[in-house]
């Protein structure tokens, strides 16, 4: 565990795996797929035309994961930072209630969703430091949780939609992104008890490790 504040504990994201083998991957099937049309063009047009896609595709995602930071956690005895390819945010574990795992119900069972939660005091600092690329981008990827709000009828699908009203914190007022991803995290807090939802394929271990170590991180930070 983290014993000084100098000791950082660095999580890599479980997507970035194979980055390099899908890469190459793709480069090759390009390179096979070009030389197949050059004969089978004429007679096989749709079918090389599809497997042209795939090859693009798998490129794509090479790309993509090649793109993304090499760390998506790390962990001070002070802080947690997450590292996206849209921008960051920091937290403070003083500012952390609690972290715990995210259930909902699906066809009247309770089910963990692949996500960990944590739920903070105040929405301040998080909101003073996040960027409008970011929060953008977390509000796409919190769509999940939404849909299953709703088809569990926890909120309407009218309560579901992007809430682009300025959202005020103290004495300051947040508007565009920000203030829509504001208002997305209090509502997600009151429907699933967390404002920060961490996707399981962001670490680099199993979810409920992870878990175990940020209730350590938050238990013994100074």
């Known amino acids: 565990m983290l014993k000084h504040t100098s000791e950082r504990i660095n999580i890599s994201p479980i997507s970035k795996h194979h980055q390099w083998f899908l890469l190459l991957l793709g480069f090759v099937l390009l390179l096979l797929s070009s030389i ?38 790390q962990l001070t005895r002070n802080n947690m930072s997450h590292f996206h390819r849209y921008g960051n945010w920091k937290i403070a574990w003083a500012e952390v209630i ?24 105040t929405l301040d600092n998080i909101a003073a430091n996040i960027s409008p690329r970011l929060a953008s981008k977390l509000l796409h990827e919190q769509q999940e949780l939404l849909i299953l709000a709703v088809k569990n009828r926890e909120i309407s699908l009218d309560n579901g939609l992007i809430n682009f009203e300025p959202f005020q914190l103290n004495n300051r007022i947040f508007k565009g992104p920000i203030a829509a991803w504001l208002h997305r995290a209090e509502q997600l807090s009151i429907i699933y008890g967390y404002h920060l939802f961490l996707s399981e394929n962001s670490f680099d271990r199993e979810l409920m490790s992870f878990l175990s170590l940020l209730k350590n991180c938050k238990t013994y930070a100074k």
């Open 98 to 121: 609690r972290v715990g795992e995210v259930n909902t119900r699906i066809n009247g069972q309770y089910t963990q969703l692949p996500y960990l939660g944590i739920k903070l005091k």
């Open 36 to 73: 197949l049309n050059t004969f089978l063009w004429a007679d096989f047009k749709i079918q090389m035309m599809f497997v042209m896609f795939i090859c693009f595709t798998v490129t794509l995602i090479g790309c993509m994961k090649l793109s993304e930071p090499s760390i998506s956690y």
